[in-house]
Each structure stands twice: as C-alpha cells, then as structure tokens.
C-alpha cells in the first residue's frame, strides 16, 4: 500500500484547479432527514457554492448517491449545477468501495481529492480514510457535509485528521482555486453564480455591481 508524501505546509500543501477532483456524496433527502449537525439550508447553500466553483474551474466532479430508488435523487439544486450528469447510484456504504467512483478518479490523473459528503462521520470518513491510505490527498469540505448530531461530525472530523485528512471549509476551496484576483475571467464567473451564496459578501458584491452599473449608466 502506498501512502501520501505529498506536503503539509508550504504552496504544494494548497489546491490548485489543476490538481483537484470533487466527490460530492449522498446530498440526497433521505441524508437531510436526519442532519442535525447544521442548519439544513446552510449545507445545501454550501454544497451548490462549491458545486458552482468547480464549473467555473473545470474542476472534474463526481456526484454519486446511496440506494437513490429509496433515499432519493440528488437535491435538485445540486444536480441543476451538471444537469447533463447522472450522479453514480451505489449501494455500497463506503463510496471508495464502488469501483464505478474509483476508475471515474483514475481516469482523471489527479490526486487531490475535495469532498463532502452526507454524513460526515460515515459516508465522509470511510472514503476520505481509504483514500488517504491508498496514496491520495483528501481534503474535507466541513461545511459542505454534516451529521446526525454535532458530536458525529466533529468526531468525523477528529478521526479523518488522525489519518492524514485535511479539513477545509468550502469558500476556501474556492479561494485556493482563484488565488489571483487578475484571473479576471474565473474572478468574474466567481462573482456572477458563487459568491450570491456567501452571505453578505455576496450581497455586498451585488450593491457594488449595481453601483458600478449605475456609473457606467450615467457615463454612456
């Protein structure tokens, strides 16, 4: 078994679009049924920004669900995001253990793995775990995922950190990505279906458009 050497510091510990794969698991009605870790609604907010900032990247994404026929179809909010893309149905617990979602990984080249997941501190932590273990960096997208209580999350998060995976909340992924603000093109796609979902940043940004439209206005 071949295990991660990639840094824990220094600019190759960071994410580059380049670099990355999204997993984005089991964001399915059943899994919010009993998410009680967060507020609902901020998790799905969540999930659809940093959905929305892989497209802007090109950032291959996987969207995979559990037994879908019972828990239900990918929030429509997320599958509106690739609405060409069928997300892989398993039955597997374990996403790492449906061999579907591996060789969809293999196929890319890439090692640095992004992912969120419903819940965090089984269908989160089974795949980041084995993942870690077979030689890949796994970045966990903490705010984009949840449990069925807040002590499951956090001790999801606790175990996936002693095996060598990285917490990371999911404006952040999208900061690592951009890491220029004169990427003028990606910062503009940013600005336009990303940051609406960040609260008031997001609003702040809308006004300052607006302004900037009005001035523009006045000027012509």
């Known amino acids: 078994m071949t295990m991660t050497t990639a840094p824990r510091n220094g600019l190759g510990a960071l994410l580059t679009p380049q670099?990355?794969?999204?997993?984005?698991?089991d964001h399915q009605p059943f899994q919010f049924a009993n998410l009680h870790s967060h507020e609902p609604m901020m998790i799905v907010n969540n999930v659809i920004g940093?959905?929305?900032?892989?497209?802007?990247?090109?950032?291959?994404?996987?969207?995979?669900?559990v037994v879908e026929d019972r828990g239900g179809?990918?929030?429509k909010g997320l599958q509106d995001v690739f609405p060409d893309q069928k997300p892989i149905d398993r039955t597997w617990i374990n996403t790492w253990e449906d061999a579907r979602v591996v060789d969809a990984v293999k196929k890319?080249?890439?090692k640095k793995l992004v992912m969120a997941a419903l819940w965090t501190e089984i269908c989160l932590a089974m795949p980041s775990i084995q993942a870690v273990g077979e030689?890949?960096?796994?970045?966990?997208?903490t705010d984009a995922s949840g449990g069925v209580s807040a002590e499951a999350h956090d001790m999801g998060i606790r175990r996936m950190m002693m095996a060598g995976v990285m917490p990371i909340t999911w404006l952040a992924?999208?900061?690592e990505w951009q890491r220029d603000w004169a990427r003028q093109d990606s910062a503009?796609?940013?600005?336009?279906?990303?940051?609406?979902?960040?609260?008031?940043?997001?609003t702040s940004f809308a006004w300052e458009l607006q302004l900037l439209g009005q001035k523009a206005g006045v000027g012509a």
């Open 188 to 202: 503009m796609a940013l600005g336009e279906t990303v940051l609406p979902h960040t609260g008031a940043t997001g």
């Open 108 to 110: 890319t080249g890439r």
């Open 135 to 141: 030689g890949y960096d796994v970045y966990a997208v």
């Open 173 to 175: 992924v999208a900061s």
């Open 19 to 25: 670099e990355s794969v999204l997993i984005l698991i």
């Open 50 to 65: 940093l959905a929305k900032a892989a497209k802007v990247f090109n950032v291959p994404t996987i969207l995979t669900t």
């Open 73 to 75: 179809k990918l929030i």
